[in-house]
């Protein structure tokens, strides 16, 4: 059973800090540069674009334009944060429900506002560029306008569905119906678009901040935790592990470091323990101290009381 008054509490806090109007001001930046591609790219070249934008444009173009894509795109939410008020924390829909709006508003100032692209090709380009770059930027910093994030979260969480799933399921019917009103270029060319917005927008979010998990295993794991690991200013993790060569007992150390920081890790581990053995991976989320939190994406604690962490563990992450 939700605790609506922490709730309360927890956004009326996050309402006076400074980083809250921050991220909506890039969520205001992001839906003017988004809504001039939809009126001045999009729809002079009949091209659709992805997720909950795709169907307000399909949509529109079934009803004649008898509708506002504005109108279409604030119908269509209705429904989806009724379902989300019961899944998400208070602040994630209230930040969405505002992001919505915005967007709703921006859809209709902008108006009238034309790109001069002529080649279909190149201006599915320069729009998937410049939607994705409004887009990544907001939600980099943990901004969003709703939409079908909160459709293919609630059913992952029912139903354990991939949210890759519910965005190609969408993405497709607007494909599909995209080469049925018009021609199968002009789906094509939608499908460039969202290929090229979501590429764009995975390089804003990520840019150079992009996580990396770093396992190592040394000989002197004590000397490249402080040599290594806490002039970067990270934590770590041990993991008790056998080496099959020689039979021995191992440490290996666990850490989660950005892109800017592998080069020293790399660099200071060279210096310490040249034998080390080291394994990097890509990492799409960490969520956990000093990364995103649980409330920044959207989830509720499910303890009313989370259990204080000890000392060693606010360390590590």
Not at 181 to 201: C, K, N, Q, R, S
Request: glycine residues 8%; neutral net charge; contains cysteine.
């Amino acid at each position: 059973m939700r605790n609506l008054k922490s709730e309360f509490a927890e956004l009326t806090a996050a309402l006076r800090t400074l980083r809250f109007w921050w991220v909506l001001a890039l969520v205001v930046a992001g839906c003017l540069l988004f809504s001039t591609v939809i009126h001045g790219i999009l729809i002079p070249q009949n091209f659709y674009g992805a997720g909950i934008t795709g169907l307000s444009l399909l949509l529109h173009d079934l009803l004649d334009g008898q509708l506002s894509i504005s109108m279409i795109y604030l119908l269509i939410n209705i429904p989806i944060f009724i379902v989300g008020y019961h899944e998400f924390a208070l602040k994630f829909i209230v930040a969405s429900l505002l992001g919505m709006a915005i967007f709703t508003v921006t859809l209709d100032v902008t108006q009238g506002i034309v790109i001069p692209t002529k080649d279909p090709l190149l201006a599915a380009i320069l729009g998937g560029v410049l939607s994705g770059s409004g887009t990544g930027l907001y939600l980099r910093f943990g901004g969003t306008i709703g939409g079908l994030d909160i459709v293919g979260t609630v059913l992952k969480k029912r139903f354990a569905l991939p949210i890759g799933v519910t965005f190609n399921l969408v993405n497709f019917t607007v494909l599909a119906t995209n080469a049925l009103l018009y021609e199968l270029d002009y789906a094509i060319y939608t499908g460039i678009f969202i290929f090229v917005f979501t590429w764009t927008m995975q390089r804003v979010i990520t840019g150079f901040s992009q996580r990396r998990s770093v396992f190592i295993i040394s000989d002197y794991p004590e000397e490249v935790l402080e040599q290594v690991i806490r002039p970067l200013d990270r934590g770590a993790t041990y993991f008790q592990a056998t080496g099959t060569f020689r039979n021995e007992p191992k440490r290996v150390i666990y850490t989660v470091i950005n892109l800017l920081e592998l080069g020293r890790l790399k660099a200071a581990l060279v210096e310490t323990d040249p034998d080390a053995f080291v394994a990097v991976q890509n990492t799409e989320e960490v969520i956990g101290t000093r990364f995103l939190t649980w409330e920044d994406e959207g989830y509720r604690p499910q303890r009313p009381n989370p259990l204080p962490a000890t000392q060693d563990q606010r360390a590590e992450g």
